[in-house]
């Protein structure tokens, strides 16, 4: 089991930075892919961004440039810096780990984080 465990949310002006954390814990052998994926009000679920326990990062088109994955995996944790955020950004931002041996799929609660003026 892991348990995953979200901080950094918050309000935010437009134009202005977050940086959200997601720190896994529990009994597994090691986990591959750790993201953060976005759920807007009516809207369906979406990736922000993945990135492998080698560096390998993924990121929705609509943050390219501004958003940056990172991880510590001594740690097992990730990291996303969100700079120029926007309105549209506006949205719970939820931590994704995914294990391996068993390949399992583990989600955190979740932080809110809303981009307004």
């Known amino acids: 089991q892991v348990q995953l465990v979200e901080s950094g949310g918050g309000l935010v002006q437009p134009g202005g930075s977050l940086r959200l954390s997601c720190a896994a814990s529990?009994?597994?052998?090691?986990?591959?892919?750790m993201g953060w994926y976005r759920q807007a009000p009516g809207k369906e679920r979406e990736l922000v961004a993945t990135?492998?326990?080698?560096?390998?990062?993924n990121y929705a088109d609509s943050v390219k440039g501004r958003f940056t994955i990172s991880r510590d995996n001594a740690k097992n944790t990730v990291y996303l810096q969100m700079n120029s955020l926007k309105p549209e950004d506006t949205a719970v931002y939820v931590c994704?780990?995914?294990?391996?041996?068993?390949?399992?799929?583990?989600w955190g609660q979740g932080t809110q984080v809303t981009v307004s003026s």
């Open positions: 994704n780990a995914k294990t391996v041996l068993p390949t399992q799929n583990y």
């Open positions: 529990g009994t597994f052998f090691r986990i591959n892919v």
């Open positions: 990135i492998t326990s080698g560096g390998w990062t």
